[in-house]
């Protein structure tokens, strides 16, 4: 069994900082492909950045510059270093990973963490 935990949400005023980590734990051969999602309440889950078991990094243009996305593959853990926080970047955070076990290659999903920037 495979869980992700999402960390590091909570309440910042605009042009603050904040880092989330989703931690993935069980029995893990790789992590490969992260995503950082977000769902605003009324909206679509959107992507917000993504990065592969090389590094290499993508981004929503609305967080291109102010987000950065990162990764300890020993920890298996991925970072979201989100700076120049916006009231419009309120929103449940989510991570999805694609994991691989013994069974294959699996999408998980973390239960979600809050970020609420004010004005």
């Known amino acids: 069994q495979v869980h992700l935990v999402e960390s590091g949400g909570g309440l910042v005023q605009a042009g603050g900082s904040l880092r989330l980590s989703c931690a993935a734990s069980?029995?893990?051969?790789?992590?490969?492909?992260v995503g950082w999602y977000r769902q605003a309440p009324g909206k679509q889950r959107e992507l917000v950045a993504a990065?592969?078991?090389?590094?290499?990094?993508d981004y929503a243009d609305s967080v291109k510059g102010r987000f950065t996305i990162s990764r300890d593959n020993a920890k298996n853990t991925v970072y979201l270093q989100m700076n120049n926080l916006k009231p419009e970047d309120t929103a449940v955070y989510y991570c999805?990973?694609?994991?691989?076990?013994?069974?294959?290659?699996?999408?998980?999903w973390g239960q979600g963490t809050q970020v609420t920037v004010s004005s």
């Open positions: 990065i592969t078991i090389g590094r290499t990094t």
């Open positions: 069980g029995i893990i051969i790789s992590v490969n492909g």
């Open positions: 999805n990973a694609r994991v691989l076990t013994s069974r294959g290659q699996t999408d998980y």
